[in-house]
């Protein structure tokens, strides 16, 4: 298993110094706010994108105060979109601890998620960098696209993997190309090199996303969400968009039937996550995983040499083999 920590150890101080903060910049005096924001501070997760944010600055340069605002800025903005995710798709559960919407309703969720929300546009402002406020806002946008262009296809019943991954790009890819991007930029790296660290983070991002997907045709708690959740959202993801694209035609459409009619039974989904075994779904996601994982590789394999790109390629190790 991949040690986090020996991951974090070229950014030790700054990773420290972002966690308190993180902490500071999403305080609030009022009660049930303050109540809310610590029950997102204890579910929090392993802050995997400031991290990233952090190592990609060191592997460029000196990490600035600039790098460690961006870093808080950027894990402000993921926490928001996990509270609101969380509303959006009813989730009860994230990583096998309670939602902020399953502890309190949806109206408190919402509203911690916008008062955090809040909290890092004026964070960004503060730091009267242009690039820094254009490039959040442009996340911010892009995310909201991608969430909607997801129920969209899964309205639509989309088996195009082109535009899975499109979606894919705006849903989860564009947050972390940020975080790698942001850190360049905050090192005051070249043009040049903020676009490999901006390519690096988009890929780091399909490898996300896609291990994310397959995670969904396997029972375990420590992922947060039960088997068979994304089928029974209508989300058709690589697996099983790969089965419906190679099987026999007779037996595809017999399973685009079921998708139609979103005739989601317990059954029905069970046959659904065999049938996208059966026809190699998992194997196919799995080949795409890893050629993502090997171009995001040949980009920092291409920085000098020292113990920040070295963590760089664990990160990437992890964003690929994850287990939760």
Same mark, same amino acid.
């Given at each position: 298993?991949?040690?986090? /920590?020996?991951?974090?150890? @070229?950014?030790?101080?700054? +990773?420290?110094?972002?966690? *308190? ?19 997102v501070l204890r579910s929090n997760g392993k802050h995997i994108r400031p991290l990233l944010l ?9 990490? #600035? ?14 926490? #928001? ?36 929300? *809040? ?36 309205? &639509? ?6 535009d899975y991954l499109h979606m894919i790009n705006k849903k989860t890819a564009t947050l972390i190309s940020a975080c790698s991007e942001l850190g360049a930029i905050s090192v ?7 676009? &490999? ?5 988009? %890929? ?10 397959? +995670?969904?045709? %396997? ?7 039960? #088997? ?6 209508? &989300?058709?993801?690589? @697996? /099983? ?42 194997? %196919? ?7 993502? &994982? ?8 291409? +920085? @000098? ?13 992890? +964003? ?5």
């Open positions: 298993m991949i040690d986090r /920590l020996q991951i974090a150890n @070229p950014v030790s101080p700054e +990773f420290e110094q972002f966690k *308190a903060d993180f902490s500071n910049v999403i305080h609030s005096e009022a009660p049930l706010l303050q109540s809310a924001i610590e029950q952090l190592l990609t600055a060191k592997a460029c340069g000196t990490p #600035t105060k600039l790098t460690k605002e961006a870093a808080v800025i950027i894990e402000a903005l993921h926490t #928001t979109t996990l509270i609101h995710d969380d509303v959006v798709d009813e989730t009860k559960h994230r990583r096998g601890v309670a939602s902020l919407n399953a502890i309190f309703d949806n109206r408190i969720a919402v509203l911690t998620g916008d008062y955090i929300l *809040a909290g890092m546009i004026l964070r960004a402002a503060e730091t009267g960098d242009i690039t820094i406020i254009k490039t959040v806002a442009k996340v911010c946008r892009e995310l909201s696209e991608g969430e909607l262009m997801q129920l969209d296809n899964a309205e &639509k019943h989309s088996v195009n993997e082109e005051s790296a070249s043009p040049e090199t903020v676009k &490999k660290c901006h390519l690096f983070g988009k %890929y780091l991002g399909y490898c996300f996303q896609i291990k994310d997907d397959i +995670f969904d045709y %396997y029972d375990d708690l420590n992922i947060g969400k039960p #088997t068979g959740n994304d089928i029974r959202e209508g &989300k058709i993801t690589l @697996p /099983l968009l790969h089965a419906l694209q190679t099987a026999p035609e007779k037996e595809s459409a017999h399973y685009m039937e079921i998708i139609s009619r979103q005739d989601f039974t317990p059954t029905n989904v069970a046959a659904l996550i065999t049938f996208a075994k059966r026809q190699g779904g998992i194997e %196919y996601a799995e080949n795409r995983l890893r050629e993502y &994982k090997q171009k995001a590789v040949e980009i920092i394999n291409s +920085f @000098p040499e020292s113990d920040a790109r070295n963590s760089l390629l664990l990160l990437a190790d992890y +964003f690929a083999e994850r287990i939760n």
